[in-house]
RNA sequence: GGGCGCAUAGCUCAGCGGGAGAGCACUCGGUUUACACCCGAGCGGUCGCAGGUUCGAAUCCUGCUGCGCCCA
């Protein structure tokens, strides 16, 4: 027990440890009903670490630790993130590389340096050495992310580990995906997809943000026979050429004398129908649309339940492509649009309009407008919709199960569980999982080639399982050879990858290693617990659901918390583009890690919370201040064996320490473990303040007999209990005082649980604590030391109240250095306490 | 436009049908042998607004306002 305890030092010396006894390390004996198994969310390896991160997995580490000193063997894995766009993002700019597939891979390459400064070209790399890159930084940055977590204290198994790049889950994914394939809840389809034309990928539906955008509503004329004109208002002019019909509502009196009939499209000069379907918004703009190959998803509706002709203009770079569509063949119109082609969205407009404008046929000047235009969330661009082959997980024809397991999943908090019904109902479409990216799990499939070098994608050849995970851009399919790579009668790869949820929703199967150790995920499956954020429960949560529905149809996990976000002082949330620089390893060094955990404990499930340096002070001050008092408990003597607890004041300070430990279980049993610190920091605190100031001279007693053996053992009893309610909490300095006097961890302690036949103790505390309030007050007002010897305590109250105060009368005067405490029995309602001090206010003096 | 959440002392928050509370901040005081990273005391609030239910509402219901988020 060292003589002036400190919180420094204390992370590096118990988390190696922890690491050596391998303290939180899974035992993987215990039944399913034993383990408790957390499905831990892998970190974007790509990002940087902030204090959100610190804040949500310090909550799930406070469930692990409990659950572990319950009796639990606690299956805590860690994953990182490492698959998809954040990472091609971040090595493209950390290298200042580009990804360019058609180059060939180059085994000499050399890491580039870290570029320094903006505006520099980027280097063209091959596929290979894009990805050899992206593996290299995330493994790097993984480094980093291990360091913090240890350094916070997390209680996870390092042993179990996994990256969602890594093979473990290419397999797992790969084989996932082959198994969706065989019972057709995989398939692959050429259709309108929403894309992005900066990225130049799909992106599905979970993906997507509705942004405020500007434009402006053109009002354009249309020509019907005779020279009737038929007027049309559309914020997409550009998309003229892409026309396909007019469309308004069936009941629009205006229209009905043009269903049936056709117009011609001013400057292009094609005939299109004017048709009617419900779709169609009276109110908006001229009431009639123009349906084009596409402007948004409702074209794409009429273009599929109407049976128009597609006419595509649109390019995936989103340019206007080289070929005029089918069906605009006029020589008038074939001058228009050559004008048009190369050109951007933005640019067409332009021209289209000129054009319009030239010829008559835009009335009046475009009107300005904002509204809401769909963008993929992390584009900057608005989406288009091109047509393309993609692959699809089907999600739609499950709608109804999917509500079923949101109903049998324990939400916490529970209201979080309307947004996923919310979601799930909304589904518009199937899940689609293809991208069209490069560091990504490969689509396991190849396409037999044609005669005519055409691949024929309804004919997939498909890998063995055994084989997994494969790559169909360098591996072989059976029965060709590698001369046959996108030969006419050879073979060719997918092209595609996988959307980064489509391997994350498999999460739970990577951790408990579905197929893979089968012994392990019998143990382990389905987990207990997924913690995450509740701005990912449409991507993360909904697909993990989907996919244990679909692969072992079960839920994924019994519970759910959903962590709320960290707002900085302004109450905004918190980003590092607000330009805060305080780093969580700053903080941990700053405040130490039980500090900072402290503070992450306030913040319940759900619930946004203000990034708080105050807190982590208060969070310090808390574990200084048990250090100092196991420090005080442990230095008297220990009690001897035939000691007892006898006394009444003891007695009701356990009796206390049994309702906390009852309503601290609860409350963690439930996830609220912000209730749990709460009752446990008040009842330390008390303890500290009035219980040990009572006790002290008793404690402290040379010959005390039984009542100094009653208080010593009480003393250790409920530092004991503390010290193990706290350990979920404050692991560093939990770890240290129980170290002070017990071999093994308090990690691995057991759970306190309320001694049997225990009496209430509140009262008689409270008790206590009004008597000595009541004395350090009168001394206080007269500004007099504690110390001040008080000549009388009159305490005047109800009979039953009385006969309580008396049976700790000795200590009461004792910690007050009372001379004289009377009690007297009156009708009275409150307790009436008069105290008179002693006269002499210099006693200090005779020191 | 639909839905969810929040609104309590200067700040951060607890309380969720019968006393308006904690910590921080602030003020005053204290060399008490665990702790000055300490201890004691005090100041401080029409519990967002308006109705309703109830013997009784910060707490339940309705409406409104403001903030945040989710979905269209």
Redesign the pocket.
Known sequence: MPE?P???GLEATWAQRWEQQGTYSFPGTAERAAVFSIDTPPPTASGSLHVGHVFSYTHTDIVARFQRMRGKQVFYPMGWDDNGLPTERRVQNYYGVRCEPSLPYDADFAEPEPVTKKGVKPVDVSRRNFVELCEKLTAEDEKAFEAVWRRLGLSVDWKHQYTTIGKRSQRASQRAFLRLLAKDEAYQAEAPTLWDVGFRTAVA??E???REHPGAWHRISFHAPGDAKVFIETTRPELLPACVALIAHPDDERYQPLFGTTVRTPVFGVEVPVLAHPAAEMDRGAGIAMCCTFGDLTDVQWWRELSLPARTIIGRDGRVLADAPSGLDSPEGLKAYAELVGATVHTARERVVGLLRDSGDLDGEPRKIVR?VKFFEKGDKPLEIVSSRQWFIRSKSHQDELLARGAELNWHPA??K??YD??VR?L?GDWLVSRQRFFGVPFPIWYPVDDQGEPRHDQPILPTEADLPIDPSSDVPPGYTAEQRDQPGGFTGDPDVMDTWATSSLTPQIACGWEEDADLFARTFPMDLRPQG??I??TWLFSTVLRAQLEQDTLPWRHTTLSGWI?D?D?K?MSKSKGNVVTPMGLLEEFSSDAVRYWAA?G?P?????F?Q??M??G??LA??LL??A??VL?FDEPTAAAEVTEPLDRAMLAALDDVVRQSTEALEAFEY??AL?RTE?FF?QF???Y??LV?DRAYAKDGGAATESVRLALRTALSTMLRLFAPFLPYSAEETWSWWHEGSVHLAEWPTPSAGAGQGDELMALASTVI?AV??A???S?????VPVETVVIRGRQATVDAIARIQADLATAGNVASLTLEAADVDALDIAVTLAEQPEQ?AQ?
Do not use: V
Not at 606 to 610: E, F, L, R
Not at 783 to 787: F, G, I, L, N, P
């Open positions: 002036r400190s919180l420094d539906q979970a997507l943000e509705d809401p209201y979080m309307a947004r919310d979601w909304g518009n509740h701005d429960i449409r707002l002082p109450r949330k306030s319940r759900g619930t946004d919370t203000a708080d105050g807190q002070k208060i310090r001050r200084t201040k100092n008092a420090k005080f230095g912000t209730t709460e008040r605190w500290c303040d009035d040990l100031e002290k309030s350090r007050k001394k206080s007002d500004k007099r030391s504690m110390r200090s020191r």
